[in-house]
């Protein structure tokens, strides 16, 4: 690891500290949207948004559209990636930060600016698909044996079984309330264990990591399990009262006509 990685490690953590506290003492209002979050994940999404204001009064002033912002972060985070792949870990954490202030940044100008619709709706989910596909693949190709690439793999797995659930259910027409551990979860969890393993011996380093993945294995494992359970149930009862038609769909393969689920 890096003099310099810990250093930029070492900068970002003091700054975040200093602006906790001044965040403390100014307590703004919280955005409508981020009262849904409570405990450490709500305070730390009140206080991004807070300190990105200037950052979206930059973003205004230049034009930029929110699709570049969403391919701007998902760069970012595929660098990320890159970086943990290569044990460069307090690196990726840094540009990490970056990348998931970009995904914050391109909802509020979409917002700002109307230019909210599907089509943004649908590149924002797939992109964040493959930034956690780059940054669980390099971190399981730099912990050092074969337990630590197991739970990095199993993180990412279960963290798309997570948003395939929600997807699934309201692509049936079933809203899905917000519970467990998410993508913010994920992320801010990631993000300080990669920050905080460069001042740790190595291997107390990668035991960091290994442990972080393993708890978002865990963890995401959980909440997709219990959002397959309540939007099977939201559904068995909206069938029930004659509010969802069936998914049944006639198929011809090989010349023979039958009936299947859809796939997933």
């Keep these: 690891m890096s003099d310099s990685s810990r250093l930029a490690a070492f900068l970002l953590l003091g ?19 981020m009262k849904v979050y409570s405990g450490p994940i709500g305070f730390l999404g009140r206080w991004a948004y807070w300190v990105s204001r200037p950052l979206l009064r930059a973003a205004a002033a230049l034009h930029l559209s929110a699709n570049a912002i969403t391919a701007v972060g998902t760069l970012i ?8 792949a290569v044990g460069e870990w307090a690196w990726a954490g840094f540009l990490l930060v970056f990348g998931s202030w970009c995904d914050l940044l391109d909802g509020e100008i979409a917002r700002s600016t109307q230019t909210q619709g599907k089509a943004g709706a649908f590149l924002d989910s797939n992109l964040d698909r493959v930034s956690e596909i780059a940054l669980f693949a390099g971190l399981a190709a730099s912990l050092p044996d074969r337990a630590g690439s197991f739970w ?6 279960s963290s798309l079984m ?3 659930a929600r997807a699934r259910g309201e692509g049936l027409g079933v809203d899905c309330p917000n519970f467990g551990m998410e993508r913010p979860h994920r992320v801010v969890l990631l993000m300080f264990a990669m920050l905080l393993a460069p001042f ?26 219990g959002r397959m359970v309540v939007i099977h149930q939201r559904l068995r009862s909206a069938e029930a009262k004659g509010e969802v038609a069936s998914t049944e769909r006639p198929r011809l393969f090989s010349g023979r006509l039958f009936t299947r689920r859809p796939p997933g």
């Design 77 to 84: 985070t595929v660098a990320a990636g890159g970086l943990a």
């Design 200 to 225: 740790l011996p190595d291997r107390s380093g990668a035991l960091l990591i290994e442990g972080a993945c393993a708890l978002v294995a865990v963890g995401a494992g959980a909440t997709a399990l």
């Design 152 to 157: 990095a793999v199993a993180a990412l797995a």
């Design 15 to 33: 700054t975040a500290v200093v602006t906790w506290g001044l965040y403390g003492i100014v307590r703004p209002s919280p955005p409508e949207r």
């Design 162 to 164: 997570v948003s395939y």
